[in-house]
């Protein structure tokens, strides 16, 4: 079955960076494009960015564009996100999720989530 | 960026009966070309991430009861729960999936009343 693995709790202190991991398995993962979201205590989801696990091809939202890194591991079919200049807004719950592929080759539909890694942004 | 707008922000609702949850977007999501409706709705319980229910405004994802049904057009949806049970307690969003950056509803809380 599907699995996305991410990696554990961090916390931060404002300025710094973060990386987060995703490893996928349990599916062809070089078919699908893995997106990155955040979500806020109390809020939706906000839409952080897209990377093909294969060419390592990457698009950002524009609200984090300059902070956001997405790179990929095609050895182990591993996923990460960096996120720079880190400030105590951007404490919340990362997550990568895949994209359902369907109707072409992304259409921004999130069929499988991984479990959810809590960055904490705090002096 | 697509602004997404749910209606109403909780709801408490007898088990048995039906829920419906709206949701509106600052700009149309019809796809002419292929007719379709670009909006998914998801369900998200506590500790856990979303889980897809409906994409095209009305389209199940595989294994989602057939209690939940999903209507509108161009910029207003609607999530129906035709049947409450216990275990569609949860906070319910919708997502426009027509453009990038890809938005989110606030969520709309569903409790058993």
């Known amino acids: 079955q599907v699995q996305l693995v991410q990696s554990g709790a961090e916390v931060k202190k404002p300025g710094t960076s973060v990386r987060v991991s995703c490893k996928a398995s349990?599916?062809?993962?070089?078919?699908?494009?893995i997106h990155w979201l955040r979500q806020a205590p109390g809020h939706g989801p906000e839409w952080m960015g897209i990377?093909?696990?294969?060419?390592?091809?990457?698009s950002d939202a524009q609200n984090f564009r300059g902070r956001l890194t997405m790179t990929r591991d095609t050895s182990t079919s591993t996923l990460y996100m960096e996120l720079n200049s880190l400030k105590s807004e951007d404490t919340a719950v990362y997550y990568c999720?895949?994209?359902?592929?369907?109707?072409?080759?992304?259409?921004?539909?999130?069929?499988?989530w991984g479990q959810g890694t809590l960055v904490t942004v705090a002096s | 960026d697509t602004v997404m707008t749910q209606s109403p922000d909780s709801l408490a609702v007898s088990l048995g009966e039906r829920a419906t949850i709206n949701c509106k977007s600052s700009?149309?999501?019809?796809?002419?070309?292929?007719?379709?409706?670009?909006l998914a709705w998801y369900q998200q319980k506590p500790g856990q991430p979303p889980k897809l229910l409906i994409y095209?405004?009305?389209t199940r994802e595989s294994g989602v009861p057939d209690r939940f049904s999903g209507s509108g057009s161009g910029t207003d949806f609607t999530l129906t729960i035709s049947s409450l049970q216990a275990e569609d307690v949860a906070v319910y969003y919708c997502?426009?999936?027509?453009?990038?950056?890809?938005?989110f509803g606030q969520g709309t809380k569903l409790e058993i009343k």
């Open positions: 990377i093909h696990p294969s060419d390592g091809y990457t």
């Open positions: 999720a895949r994209d359902s592929a369907l109707g072409g080759a992304y259409g921004g539909l999130f069929d499988s």
């Open positions: 095209w405004a009305s």
């Open positions: 349990g599916y062809t993962v070089s078919s699908n494009y």
């Open positions: 700009r149309s999501l019809l796809y002419s070309s292929k007719n379709k409706n670009y």
């Open positions: 997502q426009q999936h027509y453009s990038t950056p890809y938005t």
